[in-house]
């Protein structure tokens, strides 16, 4: 950094792991805070040192405890501001209500859009996150939003662990099939999309077809989460029924619950990797699932912020020390 005296990094509730890891990379501490619950639910923060006139970054994922997690990083907003730091930089490596991002039907919140209001309420003067749900979302912000993504990580996994040469990218829907095209392209591979119907607000969803030629050729899911694993499930046994061969996954977040990790043990998938942009514990003994680290990419981008360095470089390609750092 050019000033490691003016950047303090803290770590919400939810970013502690991280935080370290995006202090290491920068090779600096992190800022010693205290998050504390009281027994009635209340949630306290608390800047265990001075952030005054300093540069501050709170890592915090909007994830697995949405409500708290997103509550949380209202209070961290205010209480950096009232302590007088120079400028807050909320880091959500995952915005959970970022699928939240339109009124479909009547009656309903934007909610993407009033947790982007309120965050930038409550303080912040910037946001770096990755792979939102809906990339309009960054227009529900008025301050700058730094919007990463997972696609060259993972796709630099892949290259690296396997054949790709008769490989075929696969989006599970048609409203990923944009960016599973991106993929596509990094890859340099063919695309197929899966014709996907929801018919209810749950996890479950129904592979109708598979748009793409996928006989006698490896097949790599793309998409941005699971939760339940069924829609990732389902479309490995429409391929496998289709005559694919070896399938795989990728995943920018993975939010998978216990019974969600168990499906992904009992299906056709081989390999299913995934980032850290979630602290998901439940994944931790899967003999399938597999993480790399996006903190190193998070720490090059504050790095580059704090020093007024571009970051649409990140957006099409990781550097070597960035993809040396992440676990590949």
Known sequence: MSDN??????????????????????????????VINF?????????????????????????????????EILFWMDAFKRASAQSVTAIIPFFS?????????????IRGRVCAESIE??????????????????GFFKNPVDHLYAMPILCEYFMKNY???????????????????????YLNRPV????????????????????????????LIFD??????????DLARGLKERGARRIFAGLSHILLNDSGVERIENSPIEELVSTDSVNNKVITDSRKIKLV???????????RVHNGISVSSLFKGVPKKVLKSSNI
């Open 5 to 34: 005296n003016e950047i303090k990094i803290f770590a919400g509730s939810s970013g502690k792991k991280f935080a370290d890891k995006i202090c290491e990379y920068l090779k600096i501490k992190p800022g010693k805070s205290e």
């Open 192 to 219: 197929a999309i899966g014709d996907k119907r929801r018919l209810y607000h749950n996890e479950s969803a129904e592979i109708l077809e598979i748009i793409g030629d996928v006989r006698d050729r490896d097949a």
């Open 293 to 303: 680290s996006v903190a190193p990419l998070f720490a090059e981008t504050i790095y």
């Open 224 to 233: 941005d989460f699971s939760i339940s694993g069924g829609t990732l499930v």
């Open 97 to 109: 209500y970022a699928q939240g991002d339109k009124k479909d039907e009547p009656r309903v919140s």
């Open 121 to 138: 309420l409550a303080g912040a003067d910037r946001v770096i996150t990755m792979d939102l749900h809906s990339p309009q979302i960054q």
């Open 163 to 185: 054949d790709l040469s008769n490989t075929v990218v696969v989006s599970p829907d048609a409203g990923f099939a944009k960016e599973a095209r991106r993929y596509s392209a």
């Open 39 to 71: 027994t009635e639910g209340n949630i306290m923060v608390k800047s265990k040192e001075t952030v005054r006139d300093k540069d501050v970054y709170l890592v915090q994922s909007i994830g697995l405890e949405p409500n708290n997690e997103f509550t």
